[in-house]
């Protein structure tokens, strides 16, 4: 009898679920969580307003805000977090690479990409305020532009100099026996060895980038975008809409995170674990 109880006792431990039920196991927690406290501890939180609302709410200031109002907003949103993110990051690639081929530019690379990180961005846009023009309506923010720039250039210059640096020294040593420069090092090793390290900085600066975006637009003198939309939601106490357009957000950014994340498994497969 207790032969059988113990072949049939499930060892929990062992059970291996698939993410995608863990994960949509939490985003039903999450929601349930919400609309419990919403509906309880929270109802009346607010100054003649319904700060935090219930899901359905929030469902249904989508519905009536319609696609086309999200749709212009984020279009524009997403052009200057693009624009920002090649431009930051390409000049965060350059700068590391340029480290490797002369090594002396170390410092001040570090240095600049430590100024770039400690200087509140907040500053920073509201000195960009004063200096870039005033976009037309619907265009891409000069200010928002710069300020997801620079919120993606510390990571991905610590990351690519980190990756660049791992490379195997018997590699390296073999090139230069064989004449190769450091360029040629960079080339055939570095670059390789850094693919992990480099496509994980640039995963996570998805996000960063479009969050600088958005900040951008709160600061700057932006009449279409995300920014300016959260803005006139919380002047006119629409907090559903409020709530919507921040949800939209994180979803628009943990959407760019996990496309960069299949991007990374398919160029360097060894780095997640996969066989190539």
């Known amino acids: 009898m207790s032969t059988d109880t113990a072949a049939r006792r499930i060892d929990w431990e062992d059970v291996r679920l698939p993410s995608w039920v863990i994960g949509g196991a939490g985003i039903v927690g999450v ?10 501890v929270f109802a009346n939180v607010g100054a003649g307003v319904r700060a935090i609302p219930t899901p359905p709410q929030v469902i249904e200031g989508f ?3 319609g696609w086309d109002f999200y749709a212009r907003n984020f279009s524009v949103t997403l052009a200057e977090a693009g624009i920002g993110y090649l431009w930051g990051n390409g000049l ?3 700068f590391a690479a340029l480290v490797l081929i002369a090594p002396r530019l170390e410092g ?3 240095q600049l990409a430590i100024i770039t990180y400690c200087i509140p ?18 265009e891409p923010a000069g200010n928002a532009i710069f300020l997801a720039a620079l919120s993606v250039f510390f990571t991905t210059v610590v990351g690519a100099l980190l990756g660049l640096k791992a490379a195997d ?10 004449g190769g420069t450091r360029f040629t090092q960079l080339r055939k090793v570095r670059v390789v060895a ?23 637009e709160f600061l700057g003198r932006v009449s279409t975008g995300v920014g300016p939309a959260m803005i006139a939601a919380q002047q006119g106490l629409d907090s559903p809409r409020v709530w919507g357009l921040a949800l ?8 760019g995170f996990g496309v960069l994340g299949l991007i990374a498994r398919v160029i360097a497969p060894w780095s997640k674990g996969v066989s190539a």
Not at 31 to 40: C, H, N, P, S, V
Not at 121 to 138: C, K, N, S, T, Y
Not at 248 to 255: I, M, Y
């Open 108 to 110: 001040v690379v570090m």
């Open 121 to 138: 961005i907040v500053a920073v846009g509201i000195l960009l305020v004063v200096i870039v023009p005033v976009p037309g309506a619907g």
């Open 31 to 40: 929601i349930a969580l919400w609309w419990i406290l919403a509906e309880t």
């Open 92 to 94: 965060a690639l350059l």
């Open 194 to 216: 850094a693919l992990p390290a480099i496509l994980n900085a640039l995963q996570i600066a998805v996000p960063a980038a479009f969050l600088g975006a958005v900040l951008g």
């Open 63 to 65: 519905v009536q805000s």
């Open 248 to 255: 939209v957000s994180g979803l628009v950014a943990l959407a």
């Open 169 to 178: 020294r018997s590699a390296l040593d073999l090139v230069t026996v064989y």
